[in-house]
């Protein structure tokens, strides 16, 4: 129970205590209790418009990342060949990119003279959706991927074997064993997609908007904290109830991993079998994922019309005044504030994971367990400008005078990364057979034991791959460290952001090969991560 | 919670807790820390955007003469600037503000933000842009940028004023970024209420008519949109600033590829302010002072991109030839914007984007 009481007091202390006061703020006017914000937002017609356009785009992006994921899964988690391994990290990058990356690098495709030009697309709904998809599309791929690779190729065999065609046989047999799987990365993908800010805010021109970046407006632009409020709270609810569903689906494939043999349904990929997969898959890889960031990576080496190495030089050498600080300093702060952010988010992560992991024997205890860990999900659905603003108005006294506090970096990036850990870490908990707990307690062992013997070991399995994701998730986190960080002290995506927001030759140059160091910084941590991920574990 | 197993639960507490304190202490590199033993009276918080830059020299001399231990933060761009100050108002982010623009300000002195100075070293030729309680500190203009070279291509005459922009001749040219979410923007939209009267409405339809591109931030537009910058865009007019053509130099340095339209300008002045409840309220009127002396005004252009309000500064030469001022910047009154802004943010938004 007490491991339970320090994470639950970070999250309150850090994010329920600051976003829940900003948005009682916004229910109290004038000293006055009021529901006014409620009234005005919902009677305005954009409001509609805004909810439509979140959850339609949501839904749809969710549609595509399934569609294309499922071949995806199939191919990098069900057959062999060489180079998959690099594959597989590749398609994680995005995931952690930071969204200043994505901008600039999806930014000038759609343009009128962009490679994808021609295609009309730009400003257009259809590129949101794209750089939705390229975000999020590894989610899909290895929430069904890990699961895939340990289903039991006998079904399917099965099947064949009675006379049913491929085809039919993915329908009726794999699909079902498949279905957990598939609604859970969907249900998260969903959650990704209706929060996203910065693609939209880059890649939406002026016409699109969503509630996340509607709350930003209403906040930092008008500082209207009633509409602001209802905005916030209406997020919530869906956020919520999408948890809900995404926990209940999570515990669902869990369950159904126990049918699952070891990794014999892996084979070796072959063309005549796997033709399809592999051109879909190689489509979206090539074209969805590889085109932004090699446009962002030749564009960074491009100089006055040839290839140059200059813009990396005067990155490293350079005494930009624009910034004030070398822009090694910028790494240098990145990565000491994401190696204490990231070991915040997994000391944290360990903790929420070990007590999510318990298995009551009762339904109101298994309740209460769902809603622990949902708890620790919902900084993933709430406006990074809430909690900022909310730390404003809460972190303001001794002893917790926190808000020009260079800390509060690293607690805020922790918070974003607390979820994404405790994704990783709590599969591999659940993977323990509930029958060698009790054996091991059968034999004498106390819960000392038991912990050190089988529970840390096989959570020391998954945090390899936890502390990539918490690490990389806070190199490029910016939309709360944007308000945190100080003008002297930047980290990476916040110089990027500053140099793009400069004019000059130089400085632009600069800020693409500062976000061409940032993304393959990412990709160097995440296939560092992803070569220690656990074996037959599913992670999400 | 009967089936939390307490003995295991409580270690992995203990664990986890130490594992806390031992990165919890180390929060900040070391040479952040604020000086040891600095007494509340020696502390100074500046509190300033997103686009603050001095030189480190300058800072360090300020600390030097005053012996206070300064520490900067910025919590966002110039709009959440003040917001955040407004919000702020019982315990206040620090002693002295500076980043507070025209299209801001009257908001943040209506809320009574600030606490009333009036700098002696304000100079002369600033003394024109003073408003309650504040001092001014940089400016600049924000003007349409003609992308030269591609007009002189297309055989077009660059345009001048607000009305060539909605002239046929130069349709699908022109794009400009967002009041919402820009502060170009917000600029520039000040400047057609400034130029049209009541009638800007109207104007900004002929604008659509004729093809305005509206993106979210200046980058986009400068950087991805704009013809005449790095980024190569297909758009040859932009929303940008009088200084951006000193950017745009030709390789010889003899001539700049772009040019300001300078009867399209809306000045941005930039200020500096005593936060009310401020706690070393001696050190932010030092701070003030500061800013206004000869030195960091002559570091603004190179570090802020911005003029200094002291025009008996010298500018880089590059600026003097390339990026003058507008003689005649479009006016709007601090607290017409002030009592406009988020009427005209709403009429211009349902009204162009829809």
Redesign the interface.
Known sequence: MVAGVIPAAFLAVFFFWPAGALVLKGFVVDGVPTLEGFQRVFSAPRTWRILGFTLGMAGLATVVCVLLGIPGAHLLYRRRFPGRAVVRALVVVPFVLPTVVVGVAFGSLFDTGGPFGPLGLDDHWIAILLAMVFFNYSVIVRTVGTMWRRLDPRLAEAAHTLGASPLRGFLTVVLPALGPAIAAGASLTFLFCASSFGIVMVLGGVRYSTIETEIWFQTTQLLDLPAAAALSITQLLVVTLLLVATNALQRRTTHARRLHTDDTGVSAATWRRDWATVVVTATVVLVLLLTPLVNLAVRSLRRDGGWSLHNYAALLTAENPALSVPVSRAVWNSLWIALVAATVALALGVLVSLVASRRPASQRGRRALWAVEGLFLLPLGVSAVTVGFGYLITLNRPPLDLRSSLALIPIAQALVALPLVVRSLLPSLHAIDSRQLEAARTLGANHWRVLATIELPQLAKGLGLAAGFAFATSLGEFGATSFLSRPDDPTLPVVIFRLFGRPGADNYGMALAAATLLAVLTAVVMAAAEGRRPKGVATW | ?????????????LL??A??AA??G????PS?DPGEGGAAGNEL?VV?H???????EL?AQFEETTGYDV???????G??LV??L???KD?P??DVVFGVDNTFAGRAVEEGVFAPYESPALPESAAQYAIESLTPVDMGDVCINADTQWFEEAGIEVPATLDDLTDPAHKDLLVVS?P??SSPGLAFLAATVGAEGDAWPEYWDALVANGV????????A????FSG??????YPLVL??A??PA??LT?DGSASTTEALLETCFRQVEYAGVIEGAENEPGAREFIDFLLSPEVQASIP????MYPVDDEVELPADWASFAPLSSDPIDVPADEIAANR?QW?ADWTARV??
């Open positions: 919670m009967s089936f939390a197993r307490r003995t295991t639960a409580s270690t992995t507490a986890a807790l594992a806390l990165c919890s180390n929060p900040a590199d952040q918080t300033t997103d686009s603050f830059a001095l030189p480190d800072k520490t900067y933060v910025a919590p966002g761009d709009g959440a917001n955040q407004i919000l702020t315990s982010l620090g967002h919402a979410s591109k509206v993106v979210s931030g200046w980058s986009d400068y950087y991805t949109e910058a790095d980024g190569e865009g297909p940008s600033y200084t951006s950017f745009t390789e190179e570090n802020m991109y988020d943010i984007i829809g």
